[in-house]
């Protein structure tokens, strides 16, 4: 299958390098980067089938934009690792996704070939928009800017209101839209539809075959008026084609479909609009996956590596465990969401194109009528799920917390201020790993808390998960969240039955002297670790899983102010103006003048690594819970 060839990539460091090359040799510069990423990716996991997806792309792009004056904007940035071996970065790709090594997004400190930092989808093509026009203001009135979107961004209402902007400019933008039919799961909703009739339609293509060939009669006529009409034939084209689709009518000259595995046809078409004028879509149509037959059979699978894997089977290496393990957050989220909507038929679920993400795919394939994938689309689906509410269903609306940033004012405008019961169920909350910065769910405890009418809650472990999906949707109980992390809880036994949780009450989970813990969600463990080394050292701590930020369970704060005068805090989200910060509040304002401390997350990004190196680097592991504990005592 991949072959350790790299003669030709051994000779480019640089696009400039990539641009000494005959066209004749790209198609081999394509084969050799392409295995060189399953190579990597194989023993380094990462995103995988959208790289491999755009291998072509990337490569007639470099070869005929004068990148990095040029300037290329992925969209999300989940495919550009093609991108970043030719820039530069080949050297450093194995460290892709690691602590101290390259990100696996786009970012513009670390190459001036990112010229937009991404990571959260359908962003580029306002991004590119902004970078054309400030080049012109600058009087850069050379410089291209190209933005890449996947027809899943597309779906995203951002990239929309960009589209609608750009097409009134007076811009050069180019907006290449990388149709490969799916997002992470299958793409879903009308423009995929679309995409998928423009590609099929036999109207539209007998049109367009029209047009072409009334272009190759015009191009019988006289050699001066044929290098005029050749010159012009993309004008040409685009106005007989005018109004015959979405994106022409919209304002854009549209170009396609091509086949965007063609690498020399693409170098042809990109030279082209490279020199025409006003915004312009060109439509490329891809396999995700391509060239890697496991990840071309199984695109969500292979949209990020499941594991190192052997590139010539695609078999994925697991450690088997010894002993059962606990299961994921997202899957008991998964498996509770259908047992509690077997029992009440008044509840939907909703997902932005994460189905198989948070595991709302188990509803999906069961009831099918009642669960919702409305595409990339965070704040449509917290306005929707206000819109079921409103009549009388429970929706709870599964979201990864850094994409519920999105979401804000839909929160606060359309379900808190109704006072409506959606329940907001934040996947990924906390420190994600090797996404990094960008996906890193460490706003929401902050920015919800703030929030009238709404439940704030953060489970410690897989069962309190359950016991708060199965609170959240009793009567009357309003806007109600639910944070939880990636990855695994604790419990192997967690399929207990349901019990309610008293809203805004928490939990002792050990009795002390010394020093008063409070935590919040899944760190709560971090904290009993710490608890029981202490022990050891005849350190003596009086732990409480609080499980709400709001409300706060003012009984075990009242407490804690009477027998304390030593406090922390630990959560996984930003210190400022997140848990700790309610407490320290509440604390204050009753008079409490001992010592208090805030573990979380700090002022500032934290970059990718893996989740553990994250929270040493943080300071709430369990080492660093216990060395803060010492410090204070
Ligand atoms: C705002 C936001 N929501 C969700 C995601 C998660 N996400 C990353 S890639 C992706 C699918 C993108 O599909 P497409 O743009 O077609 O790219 P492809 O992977 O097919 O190349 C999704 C849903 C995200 N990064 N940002
Ligand atoms: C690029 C992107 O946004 C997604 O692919 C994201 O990386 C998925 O994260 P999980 O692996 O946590 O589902
Ligand atoms: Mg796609």
Redesign the pocket.
Known sequence: MAEAQTQLLDKIEYPRDLRKLSEKELPDVCTELRNYIIREVSSNPGHFG?SL?VIELTVALHYVYQTPYDQLVW??G??AYGHKILTGRRKKFHTNRRIGGISGFPKIAESEFDAFGV????TSISAALGLMLAAKIKGETDRKVVAI?????MT?GMAFEGLNNAATSNSDILVIL?D?N???DP?VGGLNNYLVQMQTSPAYNRLKSDVWKILGKLNKVGPKARQVLQQHQHALKSVLLRNSNLFESFGFRYFGPVDGHDVNAMVKILSDLRNIEGPKLLHVITK?GKGFAPAEENATKW?AAPGKFDIRTGEVFVDMPLKPSAPKYQDVFGKTIVELAEKNEKIAAIT???PTGCSLNLMMQKMPERTFDVG?A?QHAVTFAAGLAANNLVPFCNIYSS?MQ?SYDQIIHDVALQNLNVVLCLDRAGLVGADGATHHGVFDLAFLRNIPNLTVSAPMDEIDLRNLMYTAQLPDMGPFSIRYPRGKGVHVEWDVPFSEIPVGKGKEIAQGTDVAVLSIGHPGNFVKEATETLNNENISVQHYDMRFVKPLDTEILDSVLAKFDKVITVEDGVINGGFGSAVMEYLMEKGYSGKFKRLGIPDRFIDQGTPEELYRECGFDSDGICWEIRDMI
Do not use: L, Y
Request: charged residues 15%; aromatic residues 4%.
């Open positions: 959208a997806g969209d999300v989940h495919q990571g959260h989808s359908s979107i996947g027809d899943g961004a995203g990388n490969n799916m997002a992470i793409a995700k949209h932005p194109a994460m990339i965070e994409f999105r």
